[in-house]
């Protein structure tokens, strides 16, 4: 049940606010240069697929100020083992080696230079000579599957064995059907596109290997690292900087490895930074989608049986063979199939992005649920209400399920902890003024002049967490003056982590925020924690945080019962001070107690909390959304305008507001951008990226759009602390089928992402004839 | 190289540079002052805004060399003797940044715009900052955190 709080709930500053404002926080790229310090360049492959069969650095290795070039051929770990011997990141984003042979996409790496500045390493890196062998490159999902099609990549097949969620009996689901919609979805190519551009310094003591990047990932890449150069975790230390933003992008990267390797050549720090252009053309993008959607309802809208096939486009080196998510149980039918295929193609690897797979599948289900309520001509608000899942629902598509299976060959159910989608859909449409603006399938909510306005909605969920991502182990220290210390190595990436995380052990210990100084980002100061990722951090890893702040604070009441003659039992901390329940004016200052001599030790005390726990996966708490849009296009100019956007959420007890209304405005940004301008442009004939920065990849700036407005619906959730789900990553995944269902309704042609005025001219035209 | 002096937030800087380097790199790898960010190196993203003679520019595209004469104020020199700007102090308040990024940039903008007009309207504060991007989608409080510092200017004076 909801607990009275203090802290939770309050809209408090970030912690890291004042660093922020004053330019003081320190992203990878920010890093004082250390002593000796030379800095790397990279030579990148203009095919899409080629082998290099000749490689000539000995006028690179012989410009002054040049430290060292490594090449396919390096031994870097003194173990026969070159840099094109495959590594892999644990997250399955990346599978393959740090410099291949046989390059696979345009912009793969083939050489490193190291050098006294990044003028000469550039010039070093043009005084190389490669042979290359061109080979057949692949850019469509559908021929790369094709039985005989050429390999895409040496290290493993084109497309990735299915993996498979099924329940129920799909064939007799889809024979009680009245109706069967199928239905084929894709999108387009979105890029995470953050800001800051990602630096990683690498720097070898004898057989020690340190390395400072930005990072929501801080223990994968010490895993990574430890198990590509087989070396032992006290051997390998990750220093983790705050992303300039991440969105899934900066996990264990590949060039992060090259910095690695090459420092140990050139024996000295070595810096690589990534361009704008590296950033958006050879690090990751979010995997395009083919989905195949069918479902079978009956005539009063009563979903019997669903099936998807989704694959998914992995690019050169991503290996994903789930997207991780349960999206589809969000329609609780008897009778599923739901089928993910990775499939690798030459173009730049993809891998996850904020709202991985539910943004997709959501996408693709949505779209379908719309056909059908069309088919019967239900009100799409109606049809959902009919058929959402419910606390206690069973999570068929779970990825645990799917890891309980591959580790120990058992099929466990997930139990959904909490659902708000009820009122996140009923209230919501109140919100937007559905009932006054619903005018039917395909028919505009108004029309003036050349203007067409149109409503559309949809829903989603999105994991909060996942038990496999492991263990957390958090401390809380308190200092003599009754401050604290939290370790953590929870990402930075500006969803607030530290701050949320230091709220929930401020609140156990009964002081305020600004009390907790946060030390994190550093492998060998921290537990390990989950990766940052998966929206994680409320709902799991702070179970960790609260179980080391309770530990603290059991020991803090026992110090405070021989000092008050009480039983610890009978005390409580708020406003930092112990005092004793039923007769609050007996207490102690915390900075007293902790500061004061006990009699036997001579001593003060110190107290120290820990708790390293891993999450029980039987139940799994889930966010909720609805998001309802109204949209005004401009038959004249066939543009595209959101009029009116609406977001209500239910993410459980919202811990931060301001957090979380920052995590559901970016949300709504980043989707909008993929609904309209945010698209990456492959040369059909080359893989060649054609549009690699912001210019012509355009994100939404503070002009182009309305702000959502924001709502939440705070259902309290059993096994989250304070009541609290995820929020960072769903706050995308309802987004693209609210306004494309708006555009189809204002239109009467479904579009799908990137929605262009090129498109919309061609539905006009087509509607015209 | 070259040696030239900079007059960054009052102090004059001397920096060895090469006549290509922008005065986004040289703020940051010569003087040290890595709150100016660099995201695109091409203008399109409004993190290395700083102000030249009391205008906005994007440093980036601003040979260093070129600006031997000017005044230059970083975000580092916003704040006076140790005590925020008020645009600092509303945008923490008012949660006007989410992974910070961009945060210096914005702040730098919105300090020209409120030196010429502290009592802007909505739309021209979305306008002072129209160049710039927050790929969080933070908008609406740092529009507000604007907003907020103008009255608070505006009640001081």
Redesign the interface.
């Known amino acids: 049940m909801k607990e009275k709080t203090s802290i939770i709930g309050k809209s408090l500053p970030l912690l890291d606010g004042f660093e922020k404002v004053t330019g003081r926080l320190k992203y990878a790229g920010d890093v004082p240069a250390m002593p000796r310090m030379h800095h790397a360049k990279v030579l990148r492959s203009p095919y899409a697929h080629a082998k290099v069969v000749s490689i000539d650095v000995s006028k690179a290795e012989a410009l002054r100020g040049v430290s060292a070039v490594i090449t396919h051929m390096d031994d870097i770990t003194g173990r026969k083992k070159t840099c094109n011997s495959p590594w892999h990141d644990f997250s399955f984003n990346f599978r393959g080696p740090m410099i291949s042979q046989e390059v696979c996409y345009v912009g793969d790496e083939v050489a490193v230079v190291s050098a006294v500045d990044e003028d000469v390493a550039k010039e070093a890196i043009s005084l190389i000579e490669v042979e290359y062998e061109e080979l057949p490159a692949i850019f469509d999902m559908e021929e790369s599957i094709k039985p005989g099609a050429p390999a895409v990549r040496p290290w493993g097949p084109n497309a990735l064995d299915p993996s498979v969620f099924s329940w129920g009996d799909i064939e007799q689901g889809f024979g009680e059907a009245d109706y069967i919609i199928e239905n084929r979805v894709t999108m387009g190519n979105q890029q995470h596109a953050p800001l800051d551009r990602n630096a990683c310094i690498a720097n070898w003591e004898g057989d020690k290997v340190a390395l400072w990047t930005s990072t929501q990932a801080l223990f994968w890449i010490r895993d990574a690292v430890t198990e590509f150069f087989e070396l032992s975790p006290n051997n390998v230390r990750v220093h983790s900087t705050p992303t300039g933003g991440s969105f899934g992008l900066w996990w264990g990267n590949n060039f992060m490895f090259l910095a690695v390797a090459i420092a140990r050549k050139a024996k000295r720090p070595v810096r690589l930074v990534l361009t704008r252009d590296e950033v958006m053309t050879t690090v990751k993008r979010r995997e395009k989608p083919l989905i195949d959607a069918k479902i079978g309802f009956k005539k009063d809208g009563t979903m019997v049986s669903q099936s998807y096939r989704h694959l998914m486009d992995n690019g050169a080196y991503g290996n994903k063979f789930d997207p991780y998510q349960s999206v589809a149980d969000i329609y609780t039918t008897k009778h599923g199939r739901v089928e993910f295929i990775g499939v690798a193609t030459n173009l730049l690897p993809a891998g996850c992005m904020r709202g991985v797979g539910d943004l997709t599948l959501a996408y693709a289900m949505e779209q379908t649920i719309d056909m059908a309520a069309e088919k019967i001509n239900m009100d799409p608000v109606e049809f959902r209400l009919k058929n959402h899942w419910q606390s206690g629902d069973i999570c068929h598509t779970s990825q645990e399920v799917l890891f309980a299976k591959l580790l120990f060959n058992k099929e466990p159910e997930v139990e959904l902890t909490s659902s708000g989608l009820a009122e996140c859909i009923s209230k919501g449409a109140e919100k937007i003024g559905w009932k006054d603006k619903w005018k039917g399938w395909g028919k505009p909510s108004s029309v003036d002049g050349t203007k067409l306005r149109g409503v559309g909605m949809g829903i989603s969920t999105h994991i909060s967490g996942l038990a496999f991502f492991g263990f957390n182990g958090i401390t809380l220290k308190v200092n003599p003056d009754g401050t604290m210390v939290l370790t953590t190595g929870i990402g930075r990436m500006g969803q607030g982590g530290d701050t949320t995380q230091a709220m929930v052990a401020a609140e156990v210990m009964g002081v305020e925020l600004e009390d907790i100084n946060v030390v994190d980002g550093d492998t060998d100061v921290v537990g390990h924690t989950m990766v940052t990722f998966g929206s994680n951090g409320m709902h799991m890893v702070s179970r960790a945080t609260k179980a080391a702040a309770e530990h603290a604070k059991e020991q803090l009441l026992e110090f405070a019962g021989r000092e008050l003659e009480a039983n610890p039992e009978d005390l409580d901390i708020k406003n930092r001070r112990v005092y004793v329940k039923g007769s609050e004016e007996i207490g102690i200052e915390l900075k007293d107690l902790m500061s004061k001599p006990i009699y036997e030790y001579l001593s003060a005390p110190e107290v120290i909390g820990s708790a390293s726990q891993g999450v029980e996966f039987h139940k799994a708490g889930k966010m909720m959304m609805a998001d309802f849009a109204e949209v005004e296009i401009d038959t004249r100019t066939a543009q595209m305008k959101v009029i009116q956007f609406v977001a209500y959420h239910d993410s459980g007890t919202v811990v931060n507001p301001a957090v979380c209304e920052n995590q559901v405005a970016g949300g709504y940004y980043q989707s909008m951008g993929l609904c309209t301008t945010e698209n990456l442009v492959f040369d059909e004939d080359t893989g060649a990226i054609l549009n690699p920065n912001f210019m012509d990849y355009k994100i939404m700036g503070p002009l182009d759009m309305p702000d959502p407005e924001i709502y939440f619906e705070e259902v309290y959730d059993e096994d989250g602390p304070f009541g609290a789900k995820g929020i960072g990553e769903g706050v995308t995944c309802a987004v693209p089928i609210a306004i494309s269902s708006a555009v189809y309704n204002a239109l009467g042609v479904r579009l799908d992402p990137p929605m262009t005025p090129a498109k919309i001219l061609e539905a006009l035209k087509s509607k015209a004839k | 190289m070259i040696q030239i002096y900079l007059n960054v937030n009052g102090e004059e800087c001397p920096a060895n540079v090469?006549p290509h380097w922008s005065l986004a790199v040289v703020l940051?790898?010569q003087i040290?002052?890595?709150?100016?960010?660099?995201?695109?190196?091409?203008g399109?993203?409004g993190?290395c805004t700083v102000l030249v003679d009391g205008k906005p520019i994007f440093s980036c595209l601003r040979m260093a060399v070129d600006v031997q004469d000017c005044d230059i104020q970083?975000?580092?020199g916003?704040?006076t003797d140790d005590v925020?700007h008020p645009?600092?102090?509303t945008?923490?308040?008012?949660?006007g940044?989410?992974?910070?990024?961009?945060?210096?940039g914005m702040?730098v903008a919105a300090k020209a715009l409120l030196d010429k007009n502290s009592d802007p309207s909505e739309q021209e504060v979305?306008?002072a900052?129209?160049?710039?991007?927050?790929?969080?989608?933070?908008?609406?409080?740092?529009?507000r955190a604007i907003m907020n510092a103008a009255e608070v200017m505006r009640s001081k004076s």
């Open positions: 090469k940051r790898e040290g002052l890595t709150g100016t960010k660099t995201g695109c190196e091409m399109t993203c993190s970083t975000i580092e916003i704040e925020l645009l600092q102090q945008f923490i308040d008012d949660h940044m989410q992974c910070g990024f961009c945060t210096p702040i979305r306008e900052i129209g160049g710039h991007l927050c790929r969080c989608g933070t908008y609406v409080r740092i529009v």
